[in-house]
């Protein structure tokens, strides 16, 4: 029996969800989180399938024994295993991020339409099919990144480096001609001005977070689970606890948060 004082579990490879972390407390602040990032083994998006799947099911063992009512796979790179192949076997609901394609159709004119994602994910077409379901006319611009996650990971905000790997990837874009961008990696958002400004104000840049908030608040009404208390966030990293801190302070205000470090 799932219990609605229980706390959320929120999992990504590092530091990305975060940002989705930021979107779920400011719609349920009511709610207990469990926030783990894998910080010891980032970045995900690189490796083979077998490794994130033996990954991933260690970080829902854990969140499994700390009795969580629902868990939100705050990473793209998890999500496309297919959210219904993590959840065999778990007794709490999983939710994946949201792939945005509502949302991209909607806010695109000319229907060229750029993905922004881990190499992982972009193999996955996920986002591709999710988009293409509903409109089959529209042009598609995939774009792997894998350079971002490293460095924001590493906090290299406003370095040289960083800004030129935005301004190559932006490239890609403008010369497709694309007039939206889906940030398909939950890391990318800690960036998501610097990524507006490279490409310039005439495109439209798409973080899911927010998508995937609304997802996660209709499944917990849906099996009776909302809190209604005053919300408490755990904050659990399997390696460089500071880093963590300093990364979730840019999201959201930490002084109310407990932070720990673990070994999976
Ligand atoms: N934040 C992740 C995502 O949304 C994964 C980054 C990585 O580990 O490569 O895909």
Do not use: W
């Amino acid at each position: 029996m799932l219990n609605k004082n229980a706390p959320i579990g929120v999992i990504d490879s590092g530091v990305g969800g975060l940002t989705v972390l930021k979107r779920l407390k400011e719609l349920l602040p009511r709610e207990h989180f469990i926030y783990l990032g894998d910080t010891a083994r980032t970045p995900y998006g690189s490796r083979d399938e077998s490794t994130v799947r033996s990954f991933v099911q260690q970080m829902l063992d854990y969140l499994e024994k700390q009795q969580v009512k629902l868990v939100v796979v705050a990473c793209n790179t998890l999500s496309v295993l297919g959210i219904d192949t993590l959840q065999k076997g778990r007794l709490f609901p999983i939710v994946g991020m949201s792939k945005g394609a509502k949302l991209v159709l909607a806010a695109s004119h000319n229907k060229n339409i750029g993905i922004f994602a881990t190499e992982f994910t972009i193999k996955s077409h996920a986002h591709a099919n999710a988009i293409l379901t509903l409109n089959p006319e529209v042009n598609l611009v995939p774009q792997a990144c894998p350079k971002i996650v490293p460095l924001i990971e590493g906090e290299a905000f406003g370095s040289a480096e960083l800004t030129k790997v935005i301004t190559d990837y932006a490239a890609c874009m403008q010369d497709a001609g694309v007039d939206t961008i889906i940030l398909a990696c939950t890391h990318y958002p800690f960036i998501k001005k610097e990524i507006e400004q490279a490409v310039g104000p005439e495109v439209a840049v798409i973080d899911p977070a927010e998508q995937t908030a609304l997802d996660t608040k209709t499944i917990l009404m849906e099996n009776n689970l909302l809190h209604d208390g005053v919300g408490r966030s755990k904050i659990v990293f399997t390696k460089d606890l500071e880093r963590g801190k300093r990364l979730a302070a840019r999201m959201f205000t930490v002084t109310d948060c407990e932070f720990k470090e673990v070994v999976l």
